[in-house]
């Protein structure tokens, strides 16, 4: 059984620019949960998806946005990058209510 | 708005003692599910221990224990015989149970980093 996988595993990205992380998720889940994770502090929930539709949203602006393709897994994507989005970004994957399993991440710097 | 707090943001055990990690979430809601995540610099989130609001049980894997004490909104974890292998940043988090348009989505503290002395 494979695990969540994310890519890439870190990118560093100017102020302005635009983002696409993707994530893989476990086999035989169908909900993708995004988080945010600045430096020392706990996950922030970014979005969640769920049979390809956007299933709840944190208090995150629209230029944070995301995707989920028929296989279950996911893209977040960030326009207008901004310094304060330079954070770890988390997948987890899960069945419907289910237990959620993370993946290692995607660190992003914005300069 | 549930919250969860996590008032101890350092924490240091000698190897093979026992340490208390504490948490206190804020909830008006009476099913829910509550656990504790593990985060070494790997950055890996690991589900360490889980809790069901309903189960009166404190729930244990091994040397992990919780204890859950729903009228006063405490979550504590404590790890028994502490091993190099457990330091790492520990998250207690929440998650509603039901709802119309419950996403599931879980809600952590801020952590408390664990150092364990050789």
Not at chain 1, 38 to 62: C, K, T
Not at chain 2, 11 to 22: F, G, H, K, P, Y
Not at chain 2, 98 to 112: A, C, D, E, P, V
Request: net charge neutral; proline share 4%.
């Amino acid at each position: 059984e494979t695990g969540v996988t994310q890519s890439p595993t870190h990118l560093i990205k100017t102020r302005g620019q635009q983002v696409t992380l993707r994530c893989s998720s476990q086999s035989g889940h169908n909900t993708v949960s995004w988080y945010q994770q600045a430096l020392g502090q706990g996950p922030q929930f970014i979005f969640q998806y769920y049979r390809e539709e956007e299933n709840g949203r944190g208090n995150f602006p629209p230029r944070f946005s995301g995707l989920q393709f028929p296989n279950y897994s996911s893209e977040l994507n960030v326009n207008a990058l901004e310094l304060d989005d330079s954070a770890l970004y988390l997948c987890a994957s899960s069945s419907r209510q289910g237990e959620q399993f993370f993946g290692p991440g995607t660190r992003l710097t914005v300069l | 708005a549930q919250t969860v707090t996590q008032s101890q943001p350092e924490m240091s055990v000698q190897e093979a003692e026992t340490v208390t990690l504490s948490c206190t979430y804020d909830t008006s809601e009476s099913d829910y599910y509550l656990f504790w995540y593990k985060q070494p610099p790997s950055r890996q989130m690991i589900l360490v221990i889980r809790q069901e609001a309903y189960k009166q049980q404190n729930a244990t894997e091994n040397r992990f224990s919780v204890n859950f004490q729903k009228a006063a909104k405490s979550f504590s974890l404590k790890i028994s015989d502490s091993q190099l292998g457990d330091a790492a940043m520990y998250f207690c988090a929440y998650r509603s149970a039901h709802g119309s348009g419950n996403t599931g989505k879980l809600i952590f503290g801020q952590g408390t980093t664990l150092q364990v002395k050789p």
